[in-house]
């Protein structure tokens, strides 16, 4: 199945032009999810149909099998998004077992801390200077990536990982994941879920602050993608509210 994945990445058109960008890309996403689902009733008949022509017929004019990643809702680059090409949002893929990304990252923005529990994640950097995080399991070590131009990394599956786009200007990058639902979870958007004595208790009780109002603090999921480090930002004069 990867060789899908190789074989989309031979048709990327050169994107470190910013002629590249859509004109629609500068908008921003308030909304919390990433990708809600408009295809349910497709996607199941596809999951039911008994032979493979029956899917086919299913799915009988050549648009039924275009996905433009810049014309889906979340798309944006203010900060960044993460567009998934799913069974959920492109009924083709539905029982290939295999989900594909837009990583579209504005100046300084990241990927918060995040895993997904059902699928190895494969990234390529097309364009920009991205750094990415990533901690197997406890005990391990921290592993870090320079994702420049044409440089792949791996996530395993389950794995804590982050990035960060380190320039002044857009970073495009392209994710494969083996699985057609892999399932996000932003870690702090998940440990303030739990109830605050258990978080504190998690911090050891030794400090003077409400996680309450830090849990209040952190960013919503919206288009995926969040204002990286302050650092990054006040070189690239980026006011940060």
């Not at 648009?63 to 492109?90: C, H, I, M, R």
């Not at 495009?172 to 932003?186: F, Q």
């Not at 960013?219 to 690239?236: L, T």
Request: aromatic share 8%; glycine share 8%.
């Amino acid at each position: 199945m990867l060789r899908h994945f190789f074989f989309l990445l031979s048709l990327l058109p050169s994107c470190t032009n910013s002629a590249f960008i859509p004109p629609n890309a500068y908008k921003y996403i308030k909304s919390q999810t990433t990708e809600p689902s408009k295809t349910d009733t497709i996607t199941a008949q596809l999951r039911l149909a008994p032979t493979n022509l029956d899917r086919l017929s299913l799915l009988p004019k050549s648009k039924d099998w275009t996905f433009k990643f810049d014309e889906q809702d979340n798309y944006t680059w203010l900060p960044g998004s993460v567009v998934n090409a799913n069974a959920a949002s492109f009924p083709p893929l539905t029982g290939v077992g295999m989900t594909m990304a837009m990583l579209s990252l504005g100046p300084c923005a990241m990927l918060p801390p995040h895993m997904h529990p059902r699928a190895n994640n494969l990234v390529v950097a097309i364009a920009g200077n991205t750094t990415s995080w990533m901690v197997n399991e406890n005990g391990a070590p921290t592993v870090e990536v320079q994702l420049t131009p044409l440089t792949m990394t791996v996530f395993p599956r389950g794995s804590l990982h982050a990035m960060q786009n380190n320039g002044c200007d857009n970073a495009l990058l392209v994710s494969a994941l083996d699985s057609e639902d892999t399932g996000t979870l932003n870690f702090l958007n998940g440990l303030y879920n739990l109830p605050p004595e258990m978080v504190t208790a998690g911090f050891g009780n030794n400090f003077d602050f409400d996680v309450r109002d830090i849990g209040r603090k952190i960013p919503k999921v919206g288009s995926g993608a969040v204002m990286g480090s302050a650092e990054c930002a006040a070189k690239c004069g980026i006011t940060i509210d």
